[in-house]
């Protein structure tokens, strides 16, 4: 039965689709290729400003035409807008979600009604698609579709991305044997270390060096010691190294989209 | 114990990596990344007006060419994939790729396959494809049912993407973006059937299986320099001349502490626990937040 409340929530669901349809309308009809442009420029900008603020004010900051944080020790006065706008990214991504599903469809459809090759597969898709949005829909009411989700999601979906994980342990073995030749001197150092640290992670390494003392100087060079030097000092400082740069590198790139100076035909200017 | 020995020790045991929680920028936050901010935005408003600075060779993104003219040649397509992200600034790097290898593409009538993961990026990927084939005078040779929402699940598009690569026979196969566990079960599919592949991922986990499986690989702050190597344009590169210097500026602040961290030990007979506290402290400090304790 309609009670007040679910009422309520699916008109303003109803009036607030309406009424973006039609801002969208309006703006496409009254503004020209510049001005949509420029349009999306300020946006980007208020959008970018706002996280950057939400950012750099520090905790108890007040803005005297917001209410003040719950938390001042915590938040600033932009603090409790974040989850707002999230929830606004999450509508916008739930309307995309529409067009990936169309997208499968219309291809998946496309193979069964051509009778192409794998036709099989492409309605396997269909079935399952349907079954798992009825159960996933239904399961709280009815403990026949509870029992069928629970099938399809523990006893199918799981099981069979367990099943391609798995696939990794082989491919690694494949890539490793590929990659792991000795052309050069810093190829051998690199197999070396490669040993040290898979030697390291298995018991049969690690009586390789059982009969070193546990403590004193010797103790350094037990393999799960020099394994764990590598992985700490080395390897961490190459890493830490990179992540600098992507750092940096993600900085710059965020600045350019932030201040519309990004080129490329999705940001309206072409490269 | 000798007390240098019992100095060593409590280092071992005291100073420990430890992950500072800044939920706001702090002071020290707030200067370096305006220094940063300042210095990225200089060069690039700099770099328009001046010559255009050195770039050195990066493999990985001079091999982009190659890999679209051997799938011209063997007249098979390429695949591309953007990896896991959602529309973020990896993505939008990756995007910035997905749009040179196109007009490639549809320079040389190869076909691009571009399974996304995520619904949000699959319009934004098709109009930048679209854009990619009008722009080069062959809108009728791009084909919307070459961009493929596969699935936002892990393991079901990295199935997908196999089952792609697998049919298709792909010549070259192109793997940008963000990318996870599921990197080398798409790099070795590629391998299976002699795809050219070149990878670019910021996800520092990933880099070793591309360098095994792939055949170039770009790594760390050369990702996010594909767009100033690929169109040259001043901003771009004055972007990366900022970087640099970016760079340059940790690397003295890194040096500076390193140092002030070792006369600290050598005057403090080792113990360093209260320099790392003092040193977060500053890091952490906030005007007109309350000191620690209070």
Redesign the interface.
Known sequence: MLTTDTFTLWRNIVLGFVAGIALLLLLDRITNNSSRRRLMVILTFLGGLFYLL???????TTLGFLPAPADP??D?ALSPFISTIGSITLV??GF??????L??A??HG?NILGQRS?WHNSLAFFVAMILMVISGLFRGEYASLAALYRVLFEGLYQP??AS??S??AF??T???Y??FRIRSGEAALMMGAAFIVMMAQVPMGMMLTNWLPETGWAANLRIEQVSNWLMTILNMAA?RA?????G??????????W?S??????FGK?? | MPKRKAARSRLRKGVRSVKLQIEHASAAVLVLEGLLCVVILGKIFAARGGRAPFIRRIPGLAALDESVGRATEMGRPMLFSLGLGGLDIVTLQALAVLGHVARLAARYATRVIVPVVDAVIFPVTEEVLRDAYTAEGRPELFDSNDVRFLSDQQFAYASGVMGIIGREQVASSFLFGSFFAESLILAEAGHQVGAMQVAGTPSTTQIPFFIAACDYTIIGEEYYAASAYLTREPVFLGSLIGQDWGKIALLAIIILMVGAASVWSLTHGGVMDDFQSRVIAFWQWMPGAPAAGQ
């Open positions: 939400e950012f750099v004010l520090p905790p108890g020790t915590r600033n916008i991504a995309s979600f529409g067009l990936g599903l997208n499968l219309t291809i496309r794998g069979l991305g391609v994980f696939v990794l491919f690694i494949t890539a490793a590929r990659a890493l990179v992540a600098f740069g992507i940096i590198g993600g900085l710059a790139m965020s600045l350019r989209i201040l100076l990004e080129r490329g035909t999705y072409d490269s």
